[in-house]
């Protein structure tokens, strides 16, 4: 079992920065991946970012060039750096630790971006 907790949404204009933190504990040597996702009401989660155990990464094309995925091993981590934020980019943020087997998710926390 592996337990996912974000913290770091909120409110902030157009062109501002947010960090996210996903703290992951549990089953750790099981994790291959981590990575971040969002849903919009009505919509399908989609993919954010996400990054390997080796430390390998993969953007959405519509995040790319602002936001940084990376994670600190030594505090079990992960962290969304989210800059240049639009106010499409407003929803719920979810945390994501995939295993051989199975996929773990945080609670949520909510970002939103005003014009």
């Known amino acids: 079992q592996v337990q996912l907790v974000e913290s770091g949404g909120g409110l902030v204009q157009a062109g501002g920065s947010l960090r996210l933190s996903c703290a992951a504990s549990?089953?750790?040597?099981?994790?291959?991946?981590m990575g971040w996702y969002r849903q919009a009401p009505g919509k399908k989660r989609e993919l954010v970012a996400i990054i390997t155990s080796s430390g390998s990464t993969n953007y959405a094309a519509s995040v790319k060039g602002r936001f940084t995925i990376s994670r600190n091993n030594a505090k079990n981590t992960v962290y969304l750096q989210m800059d240049s934020l639009k106010p499409e980019d407003t929803t719920v943020y979810y945390c994501?630790?995939?295993?051989?087997?199975?996929?773990?998710w945080g609670q949520g926390t909510q970002v939103t971006v005003s014009s």
């Open positions: 549990g089953n750790l040597f099981s994790i291959n991946t």
């Open positions: 994501n630790a995939a295993t051989k087997n199975n996929l773990y």
